[in-house]
């Protein structure tokens, strides 16, 4: 069957999915919530999140108010109230006898390996942390983190909230233009770096970009932190540059977290909106750390003592942030961190890591899992995967073959899948079935979590009646909500809070099925989801009329087996350029893209045309430029300024 589209046949038939999986009686009986979570949050939901804040967190001070909504939309939670969040991640559980336990098992690229315990980390953070104060950092300061998959990432970060700075992570595949842009929004005094990271066998640099980032002067960076991971050679800026390794050396390893206000903010993470400019996602500590910690906790069923944890994702995206470098060390479990993909050297890496370290929950994409089964079951079969005890799911739908596979291959056919739907904004999971209370269904995110009001809603902003689609919104603040859009409050009232009245948009469709459960259906804005990554239309349009051989471009996002969407463009070329003897535009646009924003955003495919669909008062209609990127006919083109345009388009996409 095909992706799901908001519009497509392909819901009728997940109207109609029978096939449900209810939890086994040993998995309920043992399980770390039960159905009674449900009606004791809809009690008093603010009363719900104030035992969940007590409960999972230790407070250096209690806070005296659970929510004050009273300046809507900007939210405060647990006012009042102290906490450290590195304190709660790492110290507590050493105070507690905890300190043998493993943190993380790091599995580098090239098979060098780590074992770091929570006693060896609390005093990696804590060097860090005098560290990055001896360099001038301070609480409130900003701090940008463009590193790989490796255990220095989670410790910069836990170094950062410590001390009260705030972390600024940029993806590692993001381009040296994207860097600065971050780098100047968010006024970052510091860069904490490494020469690189190894990508199938090779080392792959990393420093060269931040160089460039930073070559034009009038930038707030004082500093540049470089780890050594990779041992190629980098150059070096006198004065400006110091390495990783000789500042921790030289630091001491006593530090004392003190607690820092609920609302202190946590980090900044850009991510792509409707228009060109990333948007500076800012979440701060109290009910970031309240809802992460809970719905880790909730959702995966998390046995510190006795699970084994592995989320695939980056730190670069707010998975590797909520799920890697938070919830699971505030939970004190044991985590397994992997530096690189899937496919190296061999198809069977991640299977040999489950097998390797008995990974009993696994959390990772459905993009992942498509490729996974192009590969074929041979693969995972070849590894024992009996440790498996919960799968979870994000990013993006994933479709229902996809989740049987999952489920059968990979969970042996007894594993809970959990479909969780969030965003960078929510910043924790929103709408999940709970392992030991839901029958779960193949392809539906279901229900929104205990003190989680989302809701499905018409145009009007009614709730839709079962069977019915529309907007998913969210209708009360929860604690690990935004606060804003870092610098830019207007556009955060604008984008999230102007649709509907009094409701969180959270840019989606969904739809409600006959028991009510929710299946999300893909955006309903110029956001793309290539392979779970947020990708936005208008940025790789100006990223391509930023080339000067192209006069006009259109972006739309395809569906694709196995990423989800995929990038097409339509560009138009200037009259006056010549296109170099033996140049492809192409190609060359697809490396310009690569070069503006990140190899994440390169098209798939850039067709050069003569002339865009538009529409008489001048709007491109990217609907009729998706018909012909997923192989239809484009429908109804008589609204156009010039008709024949699409049969043009049409033609030259058939040859
Ligand atoms: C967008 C948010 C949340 C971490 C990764 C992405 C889509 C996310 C699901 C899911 C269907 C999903 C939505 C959402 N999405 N999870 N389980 N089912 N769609 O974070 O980059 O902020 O993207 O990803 O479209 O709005 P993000």
Redesign the pocket.
């Known amino acids: 069957m095909s992706q799901q589209t908001v519009n497509g046949d392909a819901f009728e038939n997940l109207l109609h999915e029978e096939r449900h999986f209810p939890p086994t009686p040993e998995f309920a009986a043992a399980a770390n919530v039960h159905e009674d979570v449900y009606a004791s949050a809809a009690e008093d939901r603010v009363a719900f999140w104030a035992e969940q804040a007590r409960k999972h967190l230790t407070w250096s001070k209690d806070f005296d108010q659970t929510l004050d909504w009273s300046d809507a939309p900007f939210a405060k939670w647990f006012v009042g109230g102290e906490v450290n969040a590195a304190y709660n991640a790492l110290d507590r559980h050493v105070e507690n006898g905890l300190g043998d336990r493993v943190a993380i098992y790091f599995e580098g690229e090239p098979g060098d390996t780590e074992k770091i315990t929570y006693a060896d980390l609390t005093e990696r953070v804590k060097k860090a942390a005098n560290a990055f104060e001896s360099l001038g950092v301070r609480k409130g300061d900003r701090v940008a983190v463009y590193l790989p998959m490796i255990p220095e990432a989670v410790v910069t970060m836990l170094a950062c909230a410590r001390i009260g700075a705030v972390h600024s992570v940029v993806f590692g595949g993001f381009s040296a233009e994207a860097l600065r842009s971050r780098i100047d929004d968010a006024e970052a005094k510091l860069v904490v770096t490494a020469d690189g990271t190894y990508r199938r066998g090779k080392p792959s640099p990393l420093k060269p970009a931040v160089d460039d980032a930073l070559a034009a002067p009038g930038h707030s960076v004082e500093h540049v932190v470089v780890v050594r991971r990779n041992g190629q050679d980098v150059d070096w800026t006198q004065g400006r540059d110091l390495h990783w390794s000789e500042l921790m050396d030289a630091a001491s390893g006593e530090h004392t977290a003190v607690g820092h206000e609920s609302e202190h903010p946590l980090y900044i993470l850009y991510?792509s909106g409707t228009t060109g400019k990333p948007k500076g996602i800012l979440h701060t500590t109290g009910g970031y750390l309240t809802q992460t910690a809970f719905t880790h906790s909730a959702v995966f069923d998390l046995k510190p003592e006795t699970d084994v944890y592995w989320c695939t994702a980056d730190i670069g995206?707010?998975?590797g942030h909520s799920y890697v470098a938070y919830a699971p060390l505030v939970n004190g479990a044991t985590q397994v961190m992997y530096e690189g993909t899937p496919d190296s050297p061999h198809q069977g890496r991640w299977w040999e890591i489950v097998e390797k370290y008995k990974v009993s929950i696994l959390y990772t994409a459905p993009t992942a899992i498509r490729t996974m089964m192009k590969w074929g079951r041979e693969i995972p079969g070849k590894y024992d995967l009996s440790s498996i005890r919960v799968l979870g799911?994000?990013?993006?739908?994933i479709n229902p073959e996809a989740w049987m596979w999952y489920r059968e291959v990979i969970g042996g056919g007894k594993a809970p899948i959990v479909?969780?739907?969030?965003?960078?904004?929510t910043g924790a999971i929103m709408v999940a079935p709970l392992p030991g209370v839901t029958s779960t269904k193949p392809g539906s995110?279901q229900v929104p979590l205990p003190g989680i009001a989302v809701d499905v809603v018409d145009e009007n902003g009614k709730p839709v009646p079962n069977g019915h689609g529309g907007f998913l919104v969210v209708r009360e603040p929860w604690p690990s909500m935004l606060r804003t859009i870092w610098g830019d409050p207007e556009r955060f009232k604008e984008t999230y809070w102007s649709r509907f009245e009094g409701m969180y948009f959270?840019?989606?469709g969904a739809k409600k099925d006959n028991d009510g459960d929710i299946w999300?259906l893909?955006?309903v804005d110029d956001v793309m989801?290539v392979s779970?990554?947020?990708l936005s239309t208008t940025e790789i349009e100006s990223a391509l009329v930023s080339h000067e051989w192209v006069a006009e471009a259109a972006v739309v996002g395809a569906t694709d087996e196995t990423t989800g969407q995929a990038v097409v463009a339509f560009v138009i070329l200037r009259s006056e350029v010549e296109i170099p003897e033996g140049e492809d535009p192409s190609a060359v646009l697809r490396t310009h893209v690569g070069k503006e924003i990140g190899p994440i955003a390169k098209p798939k495919h850039i067709l050069v045309v003569p002339e865009l669909p538009k529409t008489r008062s001048g709007k491109i209609m990217r609907r009729l430029l998706k018909d012909v990127a997923e192989g239809r006919d484009p429908g109804d083109a008589t609204t156009l300024a010039d008709p024949a345009v699409m049969q043009q388009i049409a033609a030259d996409l058939r040859k």
């Open positions: 991510t995206w707010v998975t799911s994000v990013g993006e739908p479909d969780t739907w969030w965003q960078t904004e995110a959270a840019g989606d999300l893909g955006r989801n779970g990554h947020r």
